[in-house]
Nanobody, 120 residues
Framework: QVQLVESGGTLVQPGGSLRLSCVAS?????????MRWYRHASGKERELVAI???????TYVDSVKGRFTISRDNTKNTAYLQMNSLKPEDTSIYYC?????????????WGQGTQVTVSS
């Protein structure tokens, strides 16, 4: 059984920084998975924030470009989301997702989420 556990969310002032972590455990070849960070704010639709492929290529939603950085350490089965210059509109529950494959080989795992609140 595969488990993803996020951590690092907390209350932070506007302009501050946080680093979220997502640790994968269980029967998973972590390096083969595409890792994604999503966020879901109250009253809004879930939003894909950042992606990192198994090869290390990254993609970001426009609203976080230049402020957030996604990375991964395959030796630790961990993905990260470094968030700088945080804004109140970044307030949300952040979820990590691990996904790979197609058809019969498809695997998709989610964490339980970590709350990020940006407020003075």
């Amino acid at each position: 059984q595969v488990q993803l556990v996020e951590s690092g969310g907390t209350l932070v002032q506007p302009g501050g920084s946080l680093r979220l972590s997502c640790v994968a455990s269980g029967s998973i070849l972590f390096s083969s998975y595409v890792m994604r960070w999503y966020r879901h704010a109250s009253g809004k639709e879930r939003e894909l924030v950042a992606i990192i492929t198994s090869g290390g290529s990254t993609t970001y939603v426009d609203s976080v470009k230049g402020r957030f950085t996604i990375s991964r350490d395959n030796t630790k089965n961990t993905a990260y989301l470094q968030m700088n210059s945080l804004k109140p509109e970044d307030t949300s529950i952040y979820y990590c997702n691990a996904r790979r494959g197609l058809g019969a080989g498809y695997s998709d795992y989610w964490g339980q989420g970590t709350q990020v609140t940006v407020s003075s």
